[in-house]
T-cell receptor
Framework: DGGITQSPKYLFRKEGQNVTLSCEQN?????MYWYRQDPGQGLRLIYY???????QKGDIAEGYSVSREKKESFPLTVTSAQKNPTAFYLC?????????????FGSGTRLTIV | LAKTTQPISMDSYEGQEVNITCSHN???????ITWYQQFPSQGPRFIIQ???TKVTNEVASLFIPADRKSSTLSLPRVSLSDTAVYYC??????????????FGAGTRLAVHP
């Protein structure tokens, strides 16, 4: 089955450590996105990528970094510069087709800084 | 990107029809209206998408008036498993191969026995 795989589902890290969240898709989608969700809130865009080796900052990119070396993969690194990294992180991909519902989301990674 | 406004929360009972209305006064000509459903600790799931008039699928209907400044998601005969957050999004889904949909806080629907 095609889809988006995020790993791990739960992640615990000590304050001051960088951590990388994995996102892999086998849908052959060109565009990929990272969102952050805090309790009771909507999703906020961190970074997005339209094509391999290209990505753009979203609304809350400070303290985060990404890479897009392969079409299938879009890892997100939460750096020590991110002041409040504890959150639920969602990866998504999309294809521009009127026959398709826009975004496919992964199941998310819950990051907790201890 | 068009901003949307929807109720923060709604309550219903099993077996009832639920209608959630979304306001999007600044919708652009190329914008589509898309609704997503999200359960706790899961990624949002596509429910339905439309451009104008009425769209129906196996889980919901989407009503869009002629001026397209609002839309209504209709969930027939809800069950407890429909308790979730519902997001209304408006955007040009197909330009440039990508889009940056803005997710607001959504509508928290609670279905009671």
């Amino acid at each position: 089955d095609g889809g988006i795989t995020q790993s791990p589902k739960y992640l615990f890290r000590k304050e001051g450590q960088n951590v990388t969240l994995s996102c892999e898709q086998n849908l052959n989608h060109d565009a990929m996105y990272w969102y952050r969700q805090d309790p009771g809130q909507g999703l906020r865009l961190i970074y997005y990528s339209q094509i391999v080796n290209d990505f753009q900052k979203g609304d809350i990119a400070e303290g985060y970094s990404v890479s897009r070396e392969k079409k299938e993969s879009f890892p997100l690194t939460v750096t020590s510069a991110q002041k409040n990294p504890t959150a639920f992180y969602l990866c998504a991909s999309s294809i521009p087709s009127p026959d398709y519902g826009g975004y496919t989301f992964g199941s998310g990674t819950r990051l907790t800084i201890v | 990107l068009a901003k949307t406004t929807q109720p923060i929360s709604m309550d219903s009972y099993e077996g009832q029809e639920v209608n959630i209305t979304c306001s999007h006064n600044n919708i652009a000509t190329n914008d589509y209206i898309t609704w997503y459903q999200q359960f706790p600790s899961q990624g949002p799931r596509f429910i339905i998408q439309g451009y104008k008039t009425k769209v129906t699928n196996e889980v919901a209907s989407l009503f869009i008036p002629a001026d397209r400044k609002s839309s209504t998601l209709s969930l027939p005969r809800v069950s407890l498993s429909d308790t979730a957050v519902y997001y209304c999004l408006v955007g040009d889904m197909f330009s440039g191969g990508y889009n940056k949909l803005i997710f607001g806080a959504g509508t928290r629907l609670a279905v009671h026995p």
